[in-house]
Nanobody, 124 residues
């Protein structure tokens, strides 16, 4: 079972994109979902996470105030709304799950079902 991230593209600085994370073969109800990104030559970093019950959301300092994570249970999908994009946001974005909580999301600890990512390029 895997997750599929989608919604990436080329956007100008200051623009917006909404990424989607949808599973194949399972429901997300019992899972925390983390969003991660990796730029060329840099390690993967966790940038946002939402707990299984949506009670808590977390953001890396680099995206706080600009990105919003949320879940649509009817669609079994988690989204990452990205506003005020900067060139340094350019990376491949992916999502993964962890049972219930977001502990360790900054490093991807105990997250699984990694799928192919989606490329986000912020450039004028």
């Amino acid at each position: 079972v895997q997750l599929q991230a989608s919604g990436g593209g080329l956007v100008q600085p200051g623009g917006s994109l909404r990424l989607s994370c949808a599973p194949s073969g399972f429901t997300l109800d019992a899972y925390a979902i983390g969003w991660f990104r990796q730029a060329p030559g840099k390690p993967r970093e966790g940038i946002s996470c939402i707990t299984y019950n949506d009670d808590d959301t977390y953001y890396a300092d680099s995206v706080k105030g600009r990105f919003t994570i949320y879940r649509d249970r009817a669609k079994n999908t988690v989204y990452l709304q990205m506003n005020s994009l900067k060139p340094e946001d350019t990376a491949t974005y992916s999502c993964a799950v962890r049972l219930y909580i977001c502990a360790g999301y900054r490093w991807g600890a105990e997250f699984k079902s990694w799928g192919q990512g989606t490329q986000v390029t912020v450039s004028s």
